[in-house]
């Protein structure tokens, strides 16, 4: 059997993380990460005459771009696995139709780009494929209209709040050589303490990343020192603080070595985005740029990646029903 | 973690950042009173142009609505308002935005589907219970 403990999954044959490309708003290039991502659209509506064809357009940008630098045709990737936050996934299937490339369309929220992480390398980990394509995006304007008010509605947001990050990123995992591997990953539980605030995310889906987190170390057994970064994917101030407090109390003090994304891509003082970023395309662009090009520089050997997402939707809400959270761990590591 | 949900709720409502409430207040207080203030300013210009006291607060409201509106076609409004919270809600230029914002939102979706199914889609409640609430008062004044 390739899984140790509870719910981790070995992946002996070591598929190979060759490539990234990410895409991002201009509030994005902006933030404290501007200048790791590979293209930036100025107009939020990237040309399109919806923010829904914009998002689309812009997953469209990650793969094209991520094609490119790979040096792959279209014919060459085998799958696609990927998603995003509006309903029917309609971003990802209408941005990735024309690839004409066998697709599984994945919804986690904000934790697609794990979940679309954990397919592509298992598809290719178990040879059923040479190249998959994990791919997921999020719009600011098209999160906004679907879970929260028109834009122009005047409006406050609450502290913990987070601000939807405008980007996409793509990974192609392959069973070509490589310098950096998905060895484990581990799907997440869904989790729900029961957080009814829709504007308190970060606290809906921290304990859902505690709980993948420390299953993990204890999967597979390693001590808190073993991963250079772990990375939570967009639970902002709040999540970031109740994640790494109760993680020290089982024994994992991870220290500065525990970031989360949506804290790195803004600076939260200045660009007023309260707790901090979220979105699929948070954690996916955040990894795509600056968390690779730290793998590929050696500067980092292990990475531990925990993208997080509150499975939530409009109806839920309105029906006064919790917040369900969820969170899955992807380790990276060099080899 | 070993919590219940209740004491999860708790940690975390006790962890998180809290509102300022005192600047909050303060600033609704004195961008609400400004947008009375302006509306006096124009009662008293109608009023000075020889239009009675019930069509000038008419035209008053009209001209702060088409403000609102306009501010809010602009994207001015919403800077405003994330400052000054119930100060622009609560008056009329509240309302005013609630019915713009989705009408512009929601064009994608056809001026049928879009624009006219959702323009009440904030507003309505306002608009569903401010009836209800007038009937009822009618009623209670009939009998007074």
């Known amino acids: ?34 200048g790791t991502f ?82 592509a390398a298992m598809t290719v980990d178990g040879g059923y494929s040479k190249n998959t394509i994990a791919v997921t995006s999020s719009h600011f304007c098209s999160s906004e209209r679907q879970f929260r008010f028109p834009l122009e509605y005047g409006g406050q947001r609450t502290p913990t709040s987070q601000w939807t990050v405008t980007g996409s990123g793509a990974a192609l995992v392959s069973d070509e050589d490589g310098q950096i591997a998905i060895t484990h990953i581990t799907p997440g539980k869904i ?47 709040l999540g970031h603080a109740i994640t790494k407090e109760q993680l020290a109390k089982e024994g994992l003090d991870f220290k500065n070595k525990y970031i989360d994304c949506g804290m790195e891509i803004f600076d939260l003082e200045s660009q007023d985005v309260h707790a901090g970023g979220s979105g699929c395309g948070c954690c996916a662009s955040v990894f795509a740029g600056h968390i690779y090009s730290l793998l590929k520089k050696g500067e980092i050997n292990r990475v531990l990646i925990t993208a997080t997402g509150a499975l939530m939707s409009t109806t839920s809400s309105f029906q006064g029903e919790s917040i369900p959270g969820i969170a899955h761990a992807v380790a990276i590591e060099r080899v | 973690m070993k919590m219940t949900k209740k004491q999860y709720q708790q940690y975390a409502e006790s962890k998180a950042d ?19 203030m302006i509306g006096q300013f124009f009662l008293n210009t109608y009023m000075n142009l020889n239009f009675d006291k019930e069509i000038a607060g008419t035209l008053t409201s009209i001209t702060l609505v088409f403000a609102s509106a306009l501010l809010t076609g602009l994207n001015v409004y919403d800077n405003i308002a994330k400052k000054a919270g119930a100060g622009t809600l609560v008056p009329i230029t509240g309302f005013a935005n609630a019915v713009v914002s989705p009408a512009m939102e929601f064009k994608n979706e056809g001026y049928v589907m879009g624009v006219a199914a959702n323009i009440f889609k904030i507003a309505g409640p306002v608009i569903t219970y401010g009836i209800i609430a007038s009937v009822l008062s009618g009623i209670i004044y009939l009998f007074l």
């Open chain 1, 38 to 119: 590979d293209y930036v659209i100025d107009d939020g509506r990237f040309g399109e005459k919806s923010w829904e064809k914009a998002e689309s357009k812009m997953q469209k940008k990650a793969v094209e771009i991520l094609l490119k630098k790979a040096d792959k045709k279209n014919e060459e990737i085998d799958f696609i696995a990927g998603g995003d936050l509006l309903n029917q996934c309609m971003g990802t299937s209408f941005g990735l139709a024309d690839f004409n490339i066998p697709f599984f369309g994945l919804y986690g929220a904000c934790s697609t780009m794990a979940e679309s992480l954990c397919i």
């Open chain 2, 18 to 36: 809290k509102s300022k409430l005192w600047l909050d207040m303060f600033n609704a207080f004195w961008i609400g009173g400004l947008i009375c």
């Open chain 1, 191 to 237: 989790v729900d303490m029961g957080i009814k605030d829709a504007n308190n995310m970060g606290a809906a889906m921290a304990p859902a990343a505690i709980d993948t987190i420390s299953t993990h170390f204890k999967d597979r057994n390693i001590d808190k020192d073993y991963y250079d970064l772990v990375v939570t994917g967009d639970l902002g101030k």
């Open chain 1, 1 to 34: 059997m390739n899984r140790i403990g509870k719910q981790t999954i070995v992946l002996k044959n070591l598929p190979k993380i060759i490539q990234t490309a990410s895409v991002v708003g201009q509030k994005e290039q902006d933030g404290k990460l501007g």
